[in-house]
Every structure is written in structure tokens, then in C-alpha cells.
């Protein structure tokens, strides 16, 4: 409860310095939007197939846009050394893990809810599948992939040159993640009736989002270590 | 308070602390000198919790540090060489939120009374990153001590301070004394070392080369046994 309760607490000041400072969101926000005009122009909305492409869109969208956030989220505790402040604190590494992943991923879904919609619009997309599963799949993957990037972000700040070592550590772990969401984001907003085969892809993500978010738990007690 | 038994720390195949042992009793103020390198610091930052060590035993009130690290870290006020301090957070949001963290109850009050005591309070809600060296200082000695610590630890405390500041933590460091809090300071400055402790321990390549009370605030005493043990000057 208490862990829970500290965490809260450096959540809170994660999402209070970014309403002050506007760093990470507006940076997140304005990639995201570049990235959805960028592929308008690249391929026709008229088209058909355009369809085909919105689901990988949308995973660039979070993917490139997280990691913005993921990189900066570690390396800010750095500046005057505060997090030997959070260390010397009388709260568990996992609290400070949960309040930077949940910060983390309020961020990340802030910018789904902003650009999701606005891709959406600009790419003229008629939403057949279904809405809840497709809100879904894309909670369960943001939060698998913030879950681990929030980890590796802890791991990679200690190193001169974090922000090329996270992507590289990330991307690789998170490969089942991401082909599993894509996929079953695919299924959900094209094609139904396919629908048991996105079942066993949400299945798959779920079972690695809980396995990863315990090792991280267990883990961050060493990562943290100054 | 501390009792630290045969503490070891060895890092990339460097003895940093060899055996060390130590017994501070509650209510004693301890300056910790030695040349740069000798492992003062890192004493302090083992006793903060900041490093494992590598063997040996820590207890503080009566708790081993491995096993009771929470607790322990309750009783601790850390103040190294950084502010740990939020540039972009004023005084006031500095303070309740470390506060919040220690669970101090009417932190808002608390940290209002803090901001006023280190005489900051028109800056109250001015952002850290706008203040002068010797300012930030003042809010990093308030924020160690924002939840009134049984035991200060603080790593080279009086560098880079005006005389206003410097006389300021040293009246919180009596202070906390009056109340019975124990004090550890690493420094380099024997004139504040021999003026507020009562206790020398010199610390040399990882290891306590001498340990005694200072009477008088005799600073000549202090010089003389620190060139004696450093130096070897006789």
C-alpha cells in the first residue's frame, strides 16, 4: 500500500513537471503528427488499401513516440542527482519503477488519445471492427512496451550514450509485443472475421506483458543501484 | 546509534574501504577528514544506503542495514555534494514533495516554516533553477531535514557557501543537535569541523588512522593531529 502510495507520489511529480516544463508531450505530439501527414501524403486515403497500412501506422506512431518519452524519463532524475534523493528515500526501487512507468504511460496514452483520432480523420477511416477490442489491443501493448522500456530506461541512463542504447536494447525484447499488437490490431480494424486468430495474438501479448512487468519488478532493486 | 563492524568495499578489484570500525553514539557530532580518495564519502553514502557494501556490518538504532534498509532510511537525512533538488520546482513543491515521500505530516506548513528558517521565504515559489549556489544550498539543507532525521549525513556540506549560509547550517546543524540528533559530516574544512563537532575521525586509504574528541573547538589540536596522520608531519 505504502509502495503504491510513493509510487503515486512520483507519478505525480513526473506529470506535474512535464504541465510546467512541456518537454516530452509536445515533442511526443508534434512527431506524432508529423508522422501521420507524412504517410496522408505517402499513400492516397482514396485508396483501399491505405487501410492496409493504418495499423503499422499506428504502431510507429507509439513506438517512435514513446521512446522520446522513455528516454528523457530516467535521465532527468539525473540533473542535481535527485534520484539519489528518491534512493535515500524510504521507498522500494519498485516504487520508483511504478511511478515512472505509470507516468510513462499516462504520457503514451495521452498521445494515442490525441493522434489516433486525428489519424483516423485524415486518413478518412470508417471503423468497422470493434471499438473496445481495439482499445484493447492498444492498452495492452502500450503497456507492455512502456513496462520494459521504463526498465531498460533505468538500465541505459547510467551510460554516456543512453539515448542510442535504449532502442537498442528495447526494440529487440519487444519485437513478440509488437508483432503480436500489429497483427491483432490488423485483424480488429480490417478484417473480423478473423476475429479468434487476433484472440490468440491478445492472448500472446497479455501472457509477455505480465511475464516482463514481474521480471522488471524483481529486477530494478539492481538497476537502480548508484 | 552506528555501529559499523569490519565494513568492506571493493569496487572494480579496489579496496575503497578496508575493514572499518566504527561506533557513534546518538547525539554526537562526528566530522569524518581525510586527503581526496580515502573513502569518506563512500563511508557516507553505505551509511545512506546508496551503496551495498561489499562485506561487513552496519547497525543503526539497533536495525542491520541489509535487512531494515526502509526503516533505517526514515531515520536518515542525506546531504551530498548535489542539491537533489527539482530546477524547475519552487522551494515549497521541492519540499512537500520530498514531504509527501517521508510521509510528514502538514508538509505544506512544515515546508513553509523550512523555506522561512533558511530565509528564502520571498522565494518562495521562485523555480531552483533561478537561484544562486549558496540559495539552492539553503533548500537542499531543508530538504534533508524536512522530516526531522535522528541522524544528518552530509557530504562536504559547507563548500561554496557565503558566510550567511554557512552560518545558517550550521545553526540547523546544532539545532538538530539540541533535539538529539546524530551528525556525520565528511568536509575539508577543519575551521566548521573543529567549530561545531565534537568528534574527529580521520579516514586514510579506506581505513580510520585516528579518532578523537575535540574540546574548545581547538582548531590548532585539530590541524596537528590531521598533518600528523595525513601528512606525517610530527
Redesign the interface.
Known sequence: MNQMR?AL??AK?DL??EL??KQILVTQIIFAALVIVVFSFAFDPANNTTKAVIPGVIWVIIVFSGILGLNRSFISEQ????I?????????ATSIYLGKFLANFTMMLIVELVSIPFLFLLFDFKFLGSIPYFILVIFLGSFGFIAIGTFLAALAANSKSSEMLLPLLLFPITTPILIGVVQATRIILTNMEKFSSALAWIQLVTAYDVIFFVVCFLLIDYVL?? | MIEIKKLTKQADNKLILRSVDLSIKKGETVAILGPNGAGKSTLL?VL?????PTSGQVVINGLDLKKNA??I??L?G?L?H????????SPL?NLI??G????VNKVEEKAIKLVKDVGLSFFLNEPVKNFSRGMIQRIAIA?AIVHDPEILLLDEPHTGLDQGAISILNNVILSMKEKGATTLMVTHDFKQAAEICDRIIIVKNGKIVDDFVIEDHNLTFVSEKYELQVEGIS
Do not use: C
Open positions: 510513493t507520489f512520483l511529480k506535474y513537471s510546467k516544463t540533473r542535481n542527482d535527485t539519489q534523493g528518491l534512493l535515500v528515500a524510504p521507498m522500494e543501484e548508484v | 553514502k545512506a544506503t546508496l551503496i551495498k526502509i526503516s532510511k526514515k536518515l542525506y551530498p548535489s542539491s537533489l533538488l527539482y530546477d524547475h520546482y513543491e514533495f520530498f509527501n515521500i517521508y510521509g530538504r
